[in-house]
């Protein structure tokens, strides 16, 4: 599972497939933060996943940061 937080407003609805690169939510500042970003999560169930073991480039061995 990926979440995001934060969102100002979601492009995307959940269980749509998206591609790589494509815009899925602008970036907003709900909740206690001070200004505006994203927080992305991966999760396997209720345990947090770091996303560098999973997101791979073939060419980079990294996916884009």
């Known amino acids: 599972v990926t979440t995001y937080a934060h969102n ?5 609805k959940e269980g749509e497939q998206v591609e790589r690169g ?3 939510a602008r970036v907003g500042s ?3 933060v ?3 970003q994203l ?9 947090p996943i ?4 999973v997101l791979v480039d073939s ?5 884009s940061r």
């Open 8 to 12: 100002a407003s979601l492009l995307v």
């Open 22 to 24: 494509q815009v899925i």
């Open 30 to 32: 709900s909740g206690d």
């Open 34 to 36: 001070t200004r505006s």
């Open 39 to 47: 927080h992305f999560e991966l999760r396997k169930g209720r345990e």
């Open 50 to 53: 770091d996303p560098q073991t």
């Open 59 to 63: 060419a980079t061995n990294l996916a």
